[in-house]
Every structure is written in structure tokens, then in C-alpha cells.
């Protein structure tokens, strides 16, 4: 790949590398439906916008390094195609990054929407 002079080709390529992971990577999908559906929530029970700035940070963290983990893969692929001790780390370490993010997003969605969720129900 030529390097391109314009700066406009770098939002182009970036936008590229999300819609690849998005039709190729299933956990890319999955955490992007959950963070519509988190969002639509937010939006429904009108939570402060401190929560939304919130919720949007640890959706934005969980999807980059979602993309991030998609790259790491192809590279290792790309650089070892046959089984490598190494690369089963570098695959390893970046889905524990992954899942490090989407553990405590999650916490975080819980300690945000656990007071809306019970007034909503009326159970506060």
C-alpha cells in the first residue's frame, strides 16, 4: 500500500478497518448490538448526561479494543500462519484486554442503570 498524501484517506482507511471487523468478526457485531441496545436504554430512562459520557466511553473502550484485538490477530496470521507459542500469547493477551474492558463495562452499566432500572419498576 502507497502512503497517501491526503489526510482525508486516513478517515477512509479507518472506516475500512471498522467495516471489515464488522463482516468478519462476530464479537465486533455482538458488542456493537449490545451497545445500541445500552444506548436506546439510556436514552429511554433519561439518564444524566454524566451517565451517557459514561456509557459511551466504556462502549467506545470495549469496540477499540475489539478492532485493535481483530488486528493483532491478522498480523500474527499474516506473520506465523502455522501454530506459534508466541503468537498464541499475543492472540491470548489481546482477547484478556478485550474482555478485561467488557468485564468492568459491564460493571459499570449495572452500578449506572441498577437505580433508573428499580424506579422504573417501581420497587424504589
Known sequence: ????????????????????SLKTQRH???????AVIVIAAAIALSL???DMALLLLVIALVISL???????????DLA??????LGKI???AAAGAVLVAAVFAAAIGILIFY?????WLGLS
Open 80 to 85: 506465523a500462519p502455522e501454530w506459534h507459542r
Open 1 to 20: 500500500m502507497k502512503p497517501s498524501r491526503r489526510w482525508s484517506s486516513s478517515f477512509r482507511y479507518a472506516l475500512e478497518g471498522i467495516v471489515t
Open 66 to 76: 475489539e478492532l485493535v484485538n481483530t488486528a493483532i490477530e491478522a498480523v500474527v
Open 90 to 92: 499475543a492472540k491470548d
Open 28 to 34: 465486533v457485531r455482538f458488542h456493537c448490538v449490545a
Open 115 to 119: 437505580e433508573p432500572v428499580m424506579r
Open 48 to 50: 444524566p448526561g454524566r
